[in-house]
């Protein structure tokens, strides 16, 4: 296995034990012990509840894997429930592609996708049963003013002159909201709690607002729209979820949403807070991500840099890799933030059992071999993949006239330089054989070809004689080489925390402009003529790379996933 070489800086977790073993996790403690108690007569019901206003990213991934691992553990149920309360932001574009993003992960919700969308009537009964209760009242205040009779963590808020209306008053009120007779922010449904609770979220929080827009499910049937807190516990509740996973951020919500189920008498999931997922070099904010797409910074929310699911699918990264990343980074309580070099770890693992080899050249330099036959071509035999005998063998064919990687010769080189230099000998990957004779510059004294000698009975790589040589590097032949276009994919950010690096400074101001190097015509051998976009395999010796959906019969465009080498160690050794 590739060892993973990191250091410890600040709290960021190095994964030094990629071993995926480990204890129960919190979450899956709670779980047992609920169990053994009986509390939900041993039934889990877990559920992934995005909000279909942007593209899944690697953190929902995690979020995805813990709702749908858990409930694959222990037996149980998850289901897939877009909370869809916010008619603004939302789109049935997002609704497909994170459809389209769970599945590619490999998780199922069999028949239970769910929008809260259709439970906005039932939403709408339970408030008003609890005006019924004089626990929900109508407050004529507007947004701002609500905000500034909050209080503080230090001072109490104020009660609404609207607190104590009568509840006919209310009931006809809200109704009136409903039917849509009130302009938007003119009213508010409130609940009645508590406006010198500690905790603010207690403070007679807003259930309804009034917002006359279409929905991209219900369209204009209402014109009032349940907020988070209100809307979050039910939906949980109508799904009879037991164990309502959520990020810590929430944690302070808690108290609410436990008070509005307690109050409504109905059936109640117990809500339990997670660490979310930070990445170094990776910025996770929906709102970010979209601006990112629409300053087109990057070429979409496909982007192969971008941290979405769908970028990381179109860089190569697969299924297995990203749940073996959630496996490894685990669920804590405590907000942490987790080298990337861990995710491509998981990633190159994973590549390394599956990807199939073959050659290309991203900057080409022509190799002549002066004394190979000139029509001759001949076919030789190359391992697909080592790790995994069954892939068997292909064939790839040589010829006069070859590619190698311009960094694959030196003039002078250095001590520890063990591919070609003039007067040396190296081996032709599964081919023979070469000695470099000869240099041909151009005019600014810049290598433009080599010849070589070969010696034919070292045919297949291997020497009769015992004759040892250090170096052996790739080459595709010229005659029969197919151009590509090849995406060097970089990180999209120069600094490890791009949202919070410097103070009052904006995370666009760290993107970096190296982040895309796109390489024309790289020869790379005829077997991935006929391969198709999505295809997965390592070039030998330069990385994991993938073919790009762009690619039509005569345009091959590969994308590079990741490097073969730890980039990590590189980085850090420069600092
Ligand atoms: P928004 O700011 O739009 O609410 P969000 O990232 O919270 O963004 P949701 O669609 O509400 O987006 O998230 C769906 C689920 O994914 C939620 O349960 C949320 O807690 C979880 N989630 C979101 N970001 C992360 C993250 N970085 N790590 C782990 N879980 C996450
Ligand atoms: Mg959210």
Redesign the pocket.
């Known amino acids: 296995m590739e060892r993973l070489k990191m250091t410890q800086r600040n709290n960021i977790q190095t994964g030094e034990n990629p071993d995926i073993s480990r204890p129960l996790n919190f979450i899956h403690q709670i779980i047992e012990d609920d169990n053994a108690s009986g509390k939900f007569n041993k039934r889990i019901h877990t559920r992934?509840?995005?909000?279909?206003?942007?593209y899944l990213?690697?953190?929902?991934a995690?979020?995805?894997c813990l709702n749908f691992g858990t409930a694959e553990k222990y037996n149980g149920l998850c289901n897939l429930r877009f909370?869809d309360t916010n008619p603004i932001k939302e789109e049935d574009e997002y609704v497909n592609s994170i459809i389209e993003d769970i599945k590619w992960l490999g998780f199922d919700w069999g028949d239970r996708l769910y929008f809260a969308s259709d439970y906005f009537d039932k939403m709408y009964e339970y408030a008003v049963d609890l005006i019924k209760k004089g626990k929900a009242y109508v407050c004529d205040l507007t947004a701002e003013e609500i905000r500034q009779t909050r209080g503080s963590l230090t001072e109490a808020g104020q009660e609404s002159p609207y607190r104590n209306r009568p509840i006919e008053e209310n009931l006809d009120l809200f109704e009136r909201m409903r039917k849509g007779e009130f302009s938007d922010g003119s009213r508010t449904l409130r609940a009645k709690i508590d406006m010198t609770s500690p905790n603010l979220n207690m403070r007679d929080p807003v259930m309804y607002r009034i917002l006359h827009a279409s929905h991209h499910r219900t369209g204009d049937k209402w014109c009032i729209y349940p907020m988070y807190d209100w809307a979050h516990g039910l939906e949980d509740s109508i799904e009879k979820i037991t164990h309502s996973?959520?990020?810590l951020e929430?944690e302070d919500h808690r108290p609410l949403y436990d008070w509005f189920l307690n109050e409504l008498g109905v059936y109640h999931p117990q809500q339990i807070e997670?660490a979310?997922?930070?990445l170094t070099y990776t910025i996770?904010?929906?709102?970010k991500l979209l601006e990112l797409v629409q300053g087109k910074y990057v070429n979409g929310w496909d982007d192969p840099r971008m941290p979405t699911i769908s970028g990381m699918r179109r860089r190569g990264y697969t299924p297995a890799a990203i749940r073996n990343f959630a496996d490894r980074i685990g669920v804590a309580k405590r907000e942490s933030t987790i080298d990337v070099a861990l995710l491509e770890f998981s990633v190159r693992e994973d590549l390394n059992k599956i990807a199939p080899r073959f050659m290309g050249v991203m900057n080409p330099l022509k190799v002549v071999i002066d004394n190979y036959p000139e029509n001759q071509a001949e076919e030789l035999e190359a391992i697909n993949n080592p790790e995994d005998e069954s892939t068997g063998i292909r064939k790839i064919p040589f010829s006069k006239v070859i590619y190698i990687e311009k960094t694959d010769f030196m003039e002078d080189p250095p001590k520890k330089f063990f591919r070609l230099a003039p007067g040396r000998e190296v081996r032709l990957r599964y081919a023979y054989f070469v000695t470099c004779t000869d240099v041909v510059k151009n005019e600014s004294g810049e290598v433009v070809e080599l010849h070589c000698t070969y010696d034919p009975a070292t045919w297949g790589g291997d020497s009769p004689d015992g004759r040892k040589v250090r170096g052996t590097i790739h080459w595709v032949s010229a005659k029969h080489a197919i151009p590509a276009k090849v995406h060097l994919y970089d990180r999209l950010f120069t600094v490890p925390n791009p949202s919070g690096d410097k103070e009052g400074c904006d995370y666009k101001e760290f993107i970096n402009s190296e982040s895309l190097k796109v390489l024309t015509n790289c020869p790379v051998e005829p077997n991935l003529s006929d391969a198709k976009p999505g295809l997965q395999f390592q070039f030998e010796r330069l990385g994991y790379f993938c073919i790009d959906p762009d690619t039509t019969n005569d345009n091959l465009v590969i994308n590079r996933t990741v490097t073969l080498r730890d980039t990590w160690a590189k980085i850090a050794n420069r600092r």
């Not at 992934?48 to 942007?54: I, R, T, V």
Request: hydrophobic share 30%; net charge positive; with cysteine.
């Open positions: 992934f509840p995005p909000e279909p206003n942007g990213h690697i953190g929902h995690k979020s995805i909370d996973i959520c990020t929430f997670f979310r997922l930070n996770m904010s929906k709102r």
